[in-house]
């Protein structure tokens, strides 16, 4: 996938004869090059939401031919569609938004019932649906249980607090937390969660290199620039996020278990696509980087709820 500095005799996206440094038909540049990183800060800088006549051209080959919009875009065909970062900010600003905007029916919340057992459900109740509180509120009762109380009494974590105390480690360090969680439990769940949503668009935009690592790994034989592989993997979140819109705002709860599988039979589609190789290798391969993936954001969330506990 390397190209020639130089640059071709006909341009790569409409396929005129090229200028000395511009394309006279399209306008699109003569020398091109593999996407490096550098390319990626510069959009991130000069642009944010994706808002041109060619989205939708992009939006129908990103969601209808998996991979399709990276060889596009890795061929030297860019001018047509949205760039991958752009395309990218558009999609997890979408997703992020009908996040908010979906309220408490796609989230987990705790209950109690009359013998004051907790337990965690997927959703809340139809006749609490509309009310964007509800989350919050049940939360605070449950965390107001007598049996709760005396659950996170008997722990000690106020005791932890003293200089002299002798706790584990992760006790010490998380006492903090869970003293403010039984004093003010509606500010603290309400900051919390706050801070939660806040930070989780820059915890998955710091994820997005360390995807296109993982595929460099496990393709370090094809002796592709790590950019390509970027690429690659803002066009596969950018898929993700459009998905998780549509699971979220439009489709009904019951719809919500295909999203992972829609999800791997994407990229797995995509990989063989845009890397090649056996269909078998490619499962392979995307069951490695799926799991590990995964992993790796389990660890992310554990470490960022640890640190929003923290402060």
Same mark, same amino acid.
Request: aromatic share 8%; net charge neutral.
């Given at each position: 996938m390397r190209q020639d500095?130089?640059?071709?005799?006909?341009?790569? $996206?409409?396929? $005129?004869?090229?200028?000395? $440094?511009?394309?006279?038909?399209?306008?699109?540049? =003569?020398?091109?090059?593999?996407?490096?990183?550098?390319?990626f800060v510069h959009e991130i800088a000069s642009h944010y939401v994706a808002a041109e006549g060619k989205l939708w051209r992009t939006l129908a080959l990103l969601t209808l031919k998996p991979g399709r919009l990276t060889t596009e875009y890795l061929a030297g065909r860019r001018q047509r569609y949205i760039v991958p970062f752009r395309l990218y900010l558009t999609a997890s600003f979408l997703f992020f938004v009908s996040l908010q905007l979906s309220g408490p029916d796609r989230v987990r919340i705790v209950t109690v019932s009359g013998d004051g057992d907790v337990q965690v459900?997927?959703?809340?109740?139809?006749?609490?649906?509309?009310?964007?509180?509800?989350?919050?509120?049940?939360? #605070? !009762?449950?965390?107001? $249980?007598?049996?709760? #109380?005396?659950?996170?009494?008997?722990?000690?974590?106020?005791?932890?607090?003293?200089?002299?105390?002798?706790?584990?480690? /992760?006790?010490? /360090?998380?006492?903090?937390?869970?003293?403010?969680?039984?004093?003010?439990?509606?500010?603290? #769940? !309400?900051?919390?969660?706050?801070? /939660?949503?806040?930070?989780?668009?820059?915890?998955?935009?710091?994820?997005?290199? #360390?995807?296109a690592a993982l595929l460099a790994l496990a393709y370090r034989k094809r002796r592709m620039y790590y950019g390509e592989h970027l690429v690659f993997s803002l066009h596969v979140h950018s898929f993700w996020f459009l998905l998780g819109v549509l699971t979220t705002v439009l489709l009904p709860d019951s719809a919500g278990g295909l999203f992972p599988a829609i999800a791997f039979g994407y990229g797995m589609w995509a990989l063989q696509r845009v890397y090649g190789g056996r269909l078998w290798a490619t499962?392979?391969?995307?069951?490695?980087?799926? =799991?590990?993936?995964s992993l790796i954001i389990g660890i992310g969330a554990a470490l960022l709820s640890i640190a929003l506990l923290a402060t």
């Open positions: 500095p130089l640059g071709p005799a006909a341009c790569r $996206n409409c396929g $005129n004869p090229a200028g000395s $440094n511009f394309c006279p038909e399209c306008g699109q540049a =003569t020398h091109l090059h593999p996407p490096s990183a550098l390319e459900v997927a959703s809340p109740p139809a006749e609490h649906r509309s009310d964007p509180g509800h989350e919050q509120d049940a939360a #605070i !009762e449950a965390l107001k $249980n007598p049996r709760v #109380i005396r659950e996170l009494e008997a722990e000690g974590f106020a005791d932890c607090m003293r200089p002299a105390a002798h706790c584990p480690l /992760w006790k010490r /360090w998380s006492a903090p937390a869970f003293v403010k969680l039984q004093r003010d439990p509606g500010h603290f #769940i !309400e900051r919390f969660s706050e801070r /939660w949503r806040h930070s989780l668009s820059y915890a998955m935009f710091c994820l997005l290199p #360390i995807f499962v392979l391969r995307g069951l490695v980087v799926t =799991t590990v993936y």
